[in-house]
């Protein structure tokens, strides 16, 4: 099964009109170089509408999050699905590790938004992965079950045919501590193989990523990995260069 490769930034509360214009220009002079690379940028739910106005040709777009609402009505703050369809979103992460840790996500609420996110047709990165803590007390596949295993009961094993799962150690993001390749490719074994003994065809095509800091000079050895299909890069992604550098390394990688 050839799964292409996704290489998508995920800008968290960052950017400005200005500096997010300035990004995808230097992006957009290099896609060409990238081509057998899909990339995806997700900035912040307010700079939606003017990066899709200059997204360059061959990037798509998508949001860090949506509400589990699947009609309009009295959510203060919240977004709709069908909000982000409008804005030519594709894509929208959910799950994220700081969703869940700050802003007090269940694994009920995370399935919810995957559910939301397919009824409007976007396709939901759903984001899994342990705490230092749950790794050293031998927890990994445990939390990755229970991560999972919310969505699959939810939404079906059917709903993977239309998603992306991004493994994002706690431990790894935004440290500076990436896991090492086989670390990872443990990781994405384990979750490839919890979804083949549902449906083996959805676990063998399902794109996952593995996030937590990816850089131009790791993003090879890590992409190198069996089960690896592209990363969710966050500090890197902001700058056009890194960004690029981790699709060229996707990039020869691709057949
Ligand atoms: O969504 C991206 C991840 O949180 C990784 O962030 P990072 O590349 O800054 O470690």
New binding site residues.
């Given amino acids: 099964m050839t799964r292409k490769y996704l290489v998508a930034g995920?800008w968290?509360m960052n950017g400005s009109l200005k500096a997010n214009a300035e990004l995808l220009s230097s992006i957009a002079a290099k896609t060409g170089e990238v081509a057998g690379v899909e990339l995806l940028v997700c900035p912040t739910a307010v700079h939606l509408e003017s990066v899709g106005k200059l997204l360059p040709a061959g990037v798509v777009l998508g949001a860090q999050n949506l509400s589990e609402q699947t009609k309009a009505g009295a959510f203060t703050g919240e977004i709709l699905g069908s909000m982000l369809t409008e804005l030519g979103v594709r894509y929208v992460?959910v799950g994220?590790?700081?969703r869940r840790s700050l802003y007090g996500e269940s694994d009920l609420r995370v399935a919810e938004k995957f559910k939301a996110a397919q009824a409007q047709n976007l396709v939901p990165v759903l984001?899994v992965g342990e705490t230092l803590e749950e790794r050293e007390s031998d927890q990994t596949e445990g939390v990755l079950t229970r991560q999972l295993n919310a969505v699959i009961e939810l939404c079906g094993i059917d709903s993977f045919a239309n998603a992306v799962i991004?493994y994002?150690p706690v431990w790894?993001?935004?440290?500076g501590k990436t896991a090492s390749p086989e670390q990872a490719q443990q990781a994405h074994a384990f979750i490839r193989g919890l979804l083949s003994k549902r449906n083996a065809t959805i676990a063998g095509s399902i794109r996952l990523l593995y996030?937590?800091?990816?850089k131009p000079d790791n993003a090879n050895e890590l992409f190198a990995c069996a089960d690896i299909d592209g990363g969710?890069?966050?500090?890197?992604?902001l700058k056009a260069a890194d960004f690029l550098g981790i699709a060229l390394a996707a990039q020869s990688l691709s057949t």
């Fill in positions: 995920n968290k992460l994220h590790s700081e984001c991004a994002e790894a993001i935004g440290t996030g937590g800091s990816v969710l890069i966050g500090g890197a992604s």
